[in-house]
């Protein structure tokens, strides 16, 4: 974004892209041990108890015996890309110069594989870091139609998976996704519009509307990732996929009538009418 070379000032280059210059020259730091630890902690709590925010987790962290303060823990959380998942007020606010889409699926029945697509971001431990998954989940089905591991939350994974998901699977009637940024962005949002698809957002920390992705999560991480310490994103990447393959062709799901969810996916595609 900045040109170190260009004839125009550093300083007047980031006040056209409206950054500060102080983040020009600012190198990030690697994540400390005791905070990649802390995180998984997080992580853990976060997905037995959703609804817990930055002061809850920190009196669950103390009563554990580690001694973090809120603000430390509010800032982990936002690294992860986690909030605590319950209705607050004020949620209209939305990111600066993002668009905020209205929930569409309230009171709608979802029956048919490619009704409604998900998509949604969680974050993966590693043995000495951690990465995003990002992944298209047909609503009706459950089958993940595409998936990425990526190092950051940038709206460009989550347009290449979701572009996969169209390659491989066509198009959905509507899209939907929770607020954050990756996929409030422009890029994301007008991909979704090029292929003439409806854009559903969660309401903001609103658990209920998206709990069947939150349940993915939980088994991804309690069946797979919390079970390894990867050494590298491809032995994460290549671990996760692998999962994913196996959870479409071979967990049954009660809700789905036993079925997996690709046999559930194909079962409940919409029946193509011939011309007489």
Known sequence: MIDRHHELSISRQAQLAGISRGSVYY???PVSAADLALMRQIDVLHL?????????????????GVDVGRKH????????????????????????????YPYL?????????????ALDTTYIPMAKGFVYLTAVV?????RVLAAKVAITLEACHAVDVLQEAFTHHGTPEIVNTDQGSQFTAHEFVQAVKDRGCKIS??????????????????????????????DSVTEARMSIMQYLDWYNRSRPHSSLG?????????????????AA
């Open 105 to 117: 699926l309230r009171g709608l029945a979802i029956k048919r594989s490619n009704q409604v697509w």
């Open 27 to 29: 190198l990030p730091k």
């Open 138 to 142: 047909d609503w009706a089905s459950r």
């Open 201 to 230: 957002m969660d309401g903001r920390g609103a658990w209920r509307d998206n709990v069947f992705v939150e349940r993915l999560w939980k088994s991804v991480k309690y069946e797979r990732v919390y079970l390894h310490a990867y």
């Open 48 to 64: 037995e108890h959703p609804f817990m925010g930055a002061r809850m987790l920190r009196d669950q962290l103390n009563l554990e």
């Open 73 to 100: 823990v509010g800032t982990l959380m936002k690294r992860m890309g986690v909030e605590a998942l319950y209705r607050k007020p004020g949620t209209s606010k939305k990111h600066p110069g993002h668009e905020i």
């Open 258 to 274: 036993k079925n997996t969810p690709d046999e559930a996916y194909t079962v409940m595609l919409p029946t193509v009418k011939l």
